[in-house]
């Protein structure tokens, strides 16, 4: 993340995004999701922070394919230290798992969303 990268966040304060400014006026912004991931068109400041707005949070527990394996993986951890994903069905029996960090954020695009 670069640090010119601005945190949007609800009203309960949950972090949804964070806006990419494009220029050094913050004209044009790219809307980015908690993964780091482009979340929307490049646009002016309210019609960006709208669209993490309603993206929200849901999609980070869908499933995950990490560097094109097809193997379903689950988000277990998000912070900006790292993001851990885990077996999506041992995941959600709660069962031990082999945990993989992919570096946050995660603009190289290692994860995608799974089938």
Do not use: F
Not at 14 to 31: C, K, N, S
Not at 40 to 47: F, I
Not at 75 to 82: F, Q, R, T, W
Not at 85 to 93: E, F, N, P, Q, S
């Amino acid at each position: 993340m670069s640090q010119d990268w601005v945190k949007v966040t609800r009203e309960d304060g949950e972090t949804v995004g964070w806006l990419e400014p494009l220029d050094a006026e913050y004209a044009l912004l790219r809307p980015r999701d908690v993964l780091g991931h482009v979340a929307g068109p490049d646009a002016e400041w309210v019609p960006a922070e709208e669209c993490l707005q309603e993206l929200g949070l849901a999609h980070v527990a869908e499933a995950w394919n990490l560097d094109g394996d097809p193997r379903a993986l689950s988000i277990v951890e998000l912070s900006s230290a790292g993001i851990w994903v885990g077996d999506r069905m041992l995941t959600k029996a709660l069962a031990p798992t082999e945990r993989v960090m992919v570096a946050w954020p995660d603009t190289a695009g290692r994860l995608s969303r799974g089938a």
